[in-house]
């Protein structure tokens, strides 16, 4: 009954600006309105289109500086038709394809204000940073649709990808892991591209006239997302502002591949500045790290020289042993050889120098702190920032496979709401969360949510903005519960 009043509120708002014929619907009569609308789910009369496939809009230089590179190992490919590893210097896969409001009650949004735009979404994809993963996989898909359905313009950012990863074992066992060479490299090369990616977005977008996109948004309002190792690069470009903060994670790094703020592989180069626009970030099971000196104040490392960091809303499994959903130790692979390659070493594709090595470092001996989305909440909190928390117990990375064939395991990872019985009304749920929260954020309301924002296998029930709907939670929550 609630949701079926606001969505009317809601329609006959839009239909108010439709009485007079000559009224058009803008990208402000939608974000107006959205305070009046049931979030959790799509607004219904509202259509969305794509620029997908041949569409996708390309954000690296073509052709690349000689510095770009990346590195396409022979034990990572796909179609394994080669048995070597080398550097591939085509730039043109750097693309972004996006997803935008398009009709209300059949009537076409006008997008020819450039003075009034609708809040962004720039979002990652996940897949471990292996070659096979891309921005076509279903989860990202159905999770840039379903914010685009409650009024935000999605990109889904393609990046750089191709990792080498260390299997053995740290002694002790429980919670440790290696980090390799490649791995570092990996994800140094995609958040020097998602960086890039967001700076084009903003450049592309104060250059409209030069373009045909059909779509607006306000670049002073734009959020950052991924899954799994698109959630660790989206946190990565909203948490380390500066190339020092880079430099304490990725050592030495920078020396061989260039600061993170790549200035030429773009079509935006450093004189677009991204950060301050950024308002928050979408953690869907991803990941921080920080130096060891950070380990008993981890916040303080995110919040040093006056810098605030991003609100955030999370969703982790508990289960989760790819990124711990509290924290775990990283230890950098020691100096010798394993499955005929050394971890500690990368020579491959380097822009600058020939040869990287991780600092001298003793196998046994930590090296970083990674720190999951139970963890991160915690910091955020005690910091004074606005983050919501959403625990599933019995997820693991991701989420469960639908249950479709009889014998299958059942659905679980739902996070607590009743109504998410498949992958795919999950990544619903969580995108309409999202869109609660950002929208929260951009209406100055973030800072006075009351009630829970901790939910351990809870429904969250808020829907708007507004002080009612804001502290909707009526779930009985516990804020202080965490798993068994």
């Not at 991204?274 to 970030?281: E, S």
């Not at 001298?360 to 909190?381: E, S, V």
């Not at 969580?430 to 973030?446: C, D, N, P, S, Y």
């Amino acid at each position: 009954m609630r949701k079926h009043a606001t969505l009317c509120l809601f329609l006959s708002c839009l239909q108010i600006t439709l009485g007079a014929q000559e009224a058009d619907i803008t990208p402000c009569t939608i974000y107006n309105a959205l305070c009046s609308v049931d979030l959790r789910s799509a607004i219904a009369t509202l259509k969305i289109d794509s620029l997908t496939g041949p569409d996708a809009i390309p954000y690296g230089i073509v052709p690349a500086p000689s510095t770009y590179h990346d590195v396409i190992y022979s034990d990572n490919r796909c179609d394994e038709k080669d048995t070597i590893t080398y550097c591939e210097s085509n730039s043109e896969k750097l693309i972004y394809t996006v997803y935008y409001p398009d009709s209300v009650t059949n009537k076409k949004i006008k997008y020819t204000n450039i003075a009034c735009g609708l809040p962004a979404v720039v979002m990652f994809h996940g897949g471990s940073f292996e070659e096979c993963s891309s921005l076509s996989s279903e989860g990202i898909r159905t999770v840039c649709i379903e914010l685009a359905l409650r009024g935000f313009v999605v990109f889904n950012v393609e990046y750089r990808r191709g990792v080498l990863v260390d299997r053995r074992e740290v002694v002790p066992t429980i919670k440790n892991e290696y980090y390799a060479s490649q791995q570092m490299h990996a994800i140094y090369r995609a958040c020097q591209d998602a960086r890039g990616a967001i700076r084009s977005i903003i450049l592309r977008q104060r250059n409209s006239a030069s373009f045909q996109d059909p779509f607006r948004i306000d670049t002073t309002r734009m959020f950052v997302g991924g899954i799994s190792a698109g959630s660790f690069i989206s946190l990565n470009t909203a948490y380390y502002p500066n190339q020092d903060m880079i430099n304490a994670i990725f050592p030495g790094v920078a020396a061989n591949l260039g600061d993170i703020e790549q200035n030429t592989f773009y079509y935006a180069d450093t004189t677009v500045e991204y950060y301050p626009n950024l308002k928050g970030v979408l953690n869907m099971w991803g990941s921080l790290q920080v130096p060891l000196s950070y380990t008993n104040n981890q916040g303080g490392f995110f919040s040093q020289n006056g810098i605030t960091p991003k609100p955030q809303i999370t969703f982790h499994g508990r289960l989760d042993s790819v990124f711990f959903a509290d924290s775990v130790f990283i230890f950098f692979s020691p100096n010798n050889m394993s499955q005929g390659i050394n971890f500690s070493k990368e020579s491959n594709c380097m822009a600058y120098g020939t040869q990287y090595q991780f600092p001298a470092n003793n196998p046994a001996t930590r090296d970083l702190l990674g720190l999951g989305g139970l963890n991160i909440y915690k910091f955020l909190k005690n910091l004074g920032v606005p983050a919501q928390l959403h625990i599933d117990c019995e997820a693991e990375h991701g989420l469960d496979d639908d249950s479709v064939n009889v014998g299958d395991p059942p659905y679980e990872s739902n996070y607590g709401a009743a109504s998410a019985v498949t992958r795919a009304s999950t990544q619903s749920y969580i995108a309409g969360q999202a869109a609660v929260f950002f929208l929260a954020i951009l209406k100055g309301e973030a800072t006075s949510i009351s009630g829970t924002t901790r939910f351990i296998e809870c429904e969250n029930f808020r829907h708007g903005c507004g002080a009612t709907n804001l502290d909707d939670d009526d779930a009985g929550c516990d804020d202080t519960d965490d798993c068994p």
